[in-house]
């Protein structure tokens, strides 16, 4: 039979090594574990007119680039599921969700934004009868709904042969159920889609 000195022998080297163990476990547990290092990519983009290069996590959204790196905060983050229209931007002359679509996919790309359709002392003629019309009520919304109004009206005019475009009296009228369905992505939490439409009637209709 064992001794009890033979059984207390045993059970404290039983318990240091537990110990010992535990204490290595804890050891491990405590260091702090280094996250992986995000992916990035060089982009450059020509924006409202000026070329802006830029370094990216690969994961960042046009519309993040423009508001967090370039201060462009004219374009809005709404639901961020390209479901309201709020961050609309102009590429390559066509309207696109900027919170759909990755930075890094519009190398060599021109982006028009809000910023770039006109000036305070030089408004965009959508953006004149936007005020004339009272086509905003909070103004959350409005930059992408004119941003998608020019693109919309450009649309238009490129369903249009060549040498009739070249007259601007030739130019067939968009309708106004037309302009509201080409307009049914950008969503105006105030409802103000009457005045929203007849802002767009007035440029699509202006003369000279």
């Known amino acids: 039979m064992m001794s009890e000195m033979e059984m207390s022998r045993r059970g404290v080297l039983a318990g240091s ?6 204490a290595a476990a804890r050891q ?5 574990v280094k996250a992986a290092a995000p992916a990035t990519m060089p982009v450059s983009l020509t924006v409202n007119g000026k070329r802006r290069d830029l370094t990216l996590d690969t994961r960042t959204t046009l519309l ?3 508001r967090e790196h370039l201060k462009l905060t004219g374009t809005k983050k709404g639901c961020d599921h390209g479901q309201c229209g709020a961050c ?3 590429v390559n002359g066509e309207r696109i969700n900027s919170c759909l679509s990755l930075a890094v996919q519009h190398q060599g790309d021109e982006v028009k934004t809000i910023e770039g359709l006109g000036t305070p002392d030089k408004l965009h003629p959508m953006q004149a009868a936007f005020v004339r019309h009272d086509g905003y009520q909070c103004g ?12 919309v009206l450009d649309e238009i005019k490129r369903g249009v042969p060549s040498h009739v475009q070249a007259d601007l009296s030739a130019r067939p009228q968009p309708t106004n159920i037309e302009m ?3 307009m049914s992505g950008n969503i105006c939490r105030c409802g103000a889609y009457s005045n929203i439409a ?3 009637a007035e ?4 003369k000279g």
């Open 17 to 22: 090594a537990a110990a010992a163990a535990l």
């Open 64 to 66: 993040d680039a423009l």
């Open 140 to 151: 959350y919304c409005t930059p992408g709904q004119i941003c998608s109004a020019v693109a």
């Open 180 to 182: 509201r369905e080409r």
């Open 203 to 206: 440029v699509a209709g202006a």
């Open 198 to 200: 007849e802002a767009m």
């Open 28 to 32: 491990v547990e405590a260091q702090p």
């Open 88 to 90: 609309t931007v102009i």
